[in-house]
């Protein structure tokens, strides 16, 4: 097997079960738009969407049209709606490459059937609204306006209708409030012959059940990661998921400093003792974050091992003061498991200050993908 100094293991058939559950969940007419933004979470776009085309998504969701190109090199013919905002220039490759499409506006709508009738053929859209999250989507109050005026059209199809939780995972009184909206304006609105009516992203798929509609949206919980928040997750639901993706570097160099010895930029961190310290082959240029600094694990050994200083970009320092046994080439792992103890996504978060998606979608381009299980090529 080939050796890295600085890699991630993604274990496809940890990402094939926990789609397998959340198709569980939700059951067999409600259908799973898969989230494979920033690179699939940093997971690995094409080999990612082809285990899933595979596995029993239904459609894809991307930020941008050179994901969604990127998914038509590994397959046509799967349905891919665009969560960003098409840029005016855009609008005809999405039109060509039959990629559905969020229009917030009128204006957006019109380039839409401009290009469809330009080309020869529909433009598919989803109307957004805008319930709490403040971004996309036009704002309750005009919605249904603006989808009239859409219907007279040429060569547009609405195929969707959706929202975005803004807080799900934190807030349920907000959340409850988002969701009062939306069904007050499903109510109204001519969905039923639409193809996907959606709000549920992956906190909502665990708290918020009756909004399911006939199709979910999950990104984090398809990679195995929790969405933690004030929300206390159900017991039974903590343990249904596994990640997929580890992080793992090796030990450079070790050796001994002396009281007073200051390790890194900056002089953050001072020797308080006679210390034995290992350099890792990881840094910032690697995506594991400068806030990590002084306050991240790492595991060596199966021990937690503090970082020591500010981590610098391709390298980190750790402390093995309590690991006589550890030598240069020795397997760290950033994410993941060695032995009985584990480092999670969430955990690296936390002493990170950020999110599990940052965490993610951080690891650079320069860090290998090794993908691992029975779907493994």
């Not at 049209?65 to 999405?94: K, Y």
């Not at 906190?203 to 979910?216: G, I, P, R, Y």
């Amino acid at each position: 097997m080939r050796q890295y100094r600085c890699w991630a293991e993604i274990d496809l058939d940890a990402l094939r079960e926990n789609l397998a559950w959340i198709r569980h969940r939700v059951g067999p007419n409600v259908k799973i738009m898969t989230v494979v933004k920033a690179d699939a979470y940093g997971h690995g776009l094409k080999q990612i969407a082809a285990l899933l085309m595979q596995s029993g998504t239904d459609v894809f969701g991307v930020a941008n049209l050179a994901e969604a190109q990127a998914i038509r090199s590994v397959g046509r013919g799967w349905p891919i709606l665009m969560l960003g905002a098409c840029l005016p220039f855009e609008a005809e490759t999405a039109v060509r490459e039959d990629v559905m499409a969020t229009v917030s506006t009128y204006d957006e709508a019109r380039r839409f059937s401009e290009a469809a009738s330009r080309l020869g053929r529909p433009a598919d859209i989803h109307i957004k609204v805008d319930t709490g999250m403040g971004r996309l989507g036009a704002t309750p109050h005009e919605v249904l306006d603006l989808w009239k005026r859409l219907e007279g059209l040429p060569g547009l199809r609405i195929r969707g209708f959706y929202t975005h939780f803004a807080s799900a995972e934190d807030d349920p009184s907000f959340t409850r409030a988002q969701k009062l909206r939306f069904r007050r304006l499903l109510a109204k609105a001519p969905h039923q012959s639409l193809d996907y009516l959606h709000a549920n992203n992956s906190a909502a798929l665990l708290f918020e059940q009756d909004t399911h509609l006939n199709t979910v949206r999950p990104g984090l919980l398809v990679y195995g990661i929790l969405p933690e928040g004030n929300r206390r997750i159900r017991s039974e639901l903590q343990h249904q998921v596994r990640p997929a993706l580890s992080w793992k570097c090796r030990v450079s160099l070790v050796k001994e400093i002396t009281r007073g010895t200051a390790l890194s930029y900056g002089r953050s961190f001072v020797a308080p003792r006679p210390m034995r310290v290992a350099t890792l082959t990881a840094g910032y240029g690697d995506g594991y974050l400068r806030a990590g600094s002084n306050r991240a694990r790492v595991l060596i050994g199966g021990e937690y091992c503090r970082v020591l200083g500010r981590i610098t970009m391709d390298q980190t320092i750790i402390d093995v003061s309590r690991l006589p046994q550890v030598q240069s080439g020795d397997e760290a792992v950033l994410i993941g498991r060695q032995g009985s103890r584990q480092i999670t996504v969430n955990q690296l978060a936390g002493w990170c200050r950020t999110i599990p998606w940052e965490i993610l979608t951080a690891i650079t381009a320069r860090v290998p993908r090794i993908y691992t299980g029975s779907q493994a090529s």
